[in-house]
């Protein structure tokens, strides 16, 4: 079964320095969702892409963290500078979602660790 | 915000079923119901969705009311790999406004014992 897949799987960094991260989605899924998830919450939507465009990011500390998926494929969620508090879960999903209703599927994410 | 109350924590004895319950009250009649879990370390697995009929598939069975306020998450012969935290969610349809994104609750963590 295609899988949604993240990298790097585990990040540490220093409070101040810049991080990235990657997700490349189920080939062919037109919606890509990038979540955080802070131990012991359920994961919170931090923006949502249809095809190349952003629909929601109204979550998205737009101070900080930028998210793009240039030519509707993959895309990067990266933070500047990175802050203690970022420490997290990051999880990207997508979906089919062309006309019908279908479910999100998840990336195993990337653990992120501010020092 | 969440729009679904579930208990936090569950327990159920290996090979017997395990029924996890999710009230939401407030649904609309454009929301569908969606079940997905999570494993430690691992991002959520999606179970199953319905919108107004039971529905049916290879990890679990959903049973919605007549008035849709409330669902049942039906794990016919639970193993320990069912131990996991379990997410009920309603979900406006992404051809709708402000649609197709999971707004997230606590879950219920559920915990399957020998």
């Known amino acids: 079964e295609a899988e949604v897949a993240q990298s790097p799987r585990y990040k540490i960094t220093e409070k101040s320095q810049a991080v990235a991260f990657w997700c490349d989605p189920i080939s062919g899924h037109a919606t890509l969702y990038w979540y955080r998830q802070i131990l012991g919450q359920g994961p919170e939507l931090l923006v949502q892409?249809?095809?190349?465009?952003?629909?929601?990011d109204s979550q998205l500390p737009k101070d900080r963290f930028s998210a793009e998926r240039l030519k509707g494929v993959d895309s990067t969620l990266k933070i500047q500078p990175a802050e203690l508090g970022d420490s997290a879960m990051y999880l990207c999903?997508?979906?089919?979602?062309?006309?019908?209703?279908?479910?999100?599927?998840f990336g195993n994410g990337t653990r992120l660790t501010v020092t | 915000d969440a729009k679904t109350t579930q208990p936090p924590s569950m327990d159920c004895a290996e090979g017997r079923a395990a029924n996890l319950p999710c009230n939401h009250s407030t649904i609309s009649g454009n929301e569908y119901v969606y079940w997905y879990r999570q494993i430690h370390s691992q991002g959520p697995q999606y179970i199953i969705h319905?919108?107004?009929n039971n529905e049916t598939n290879e990890m679990a069975s959903l049973i919605i009311t007549e008035d849709r306020k409330s669902s049942t998450l039906i794990l016919p012969h639970a193993t320990l790999r069912d131990t996991a935290v379990y997410y009920c969610i309603v979900r406006v349809p992404l051809f709708y406004n402000q649609g197709g994104k999971l707004i997230f609750g606590q879950g219920t963590e559920l915990s399957v014992k020998p």
């Open positions: 319905g919108l107004k």
């Open positions: 999903a997508s979906s089919l979602d062309r006309g019908f209703v279908s479910p999100l599927h």
């Open positions: 892409f249809q095809d190349e465009s952003v629909v929601d």
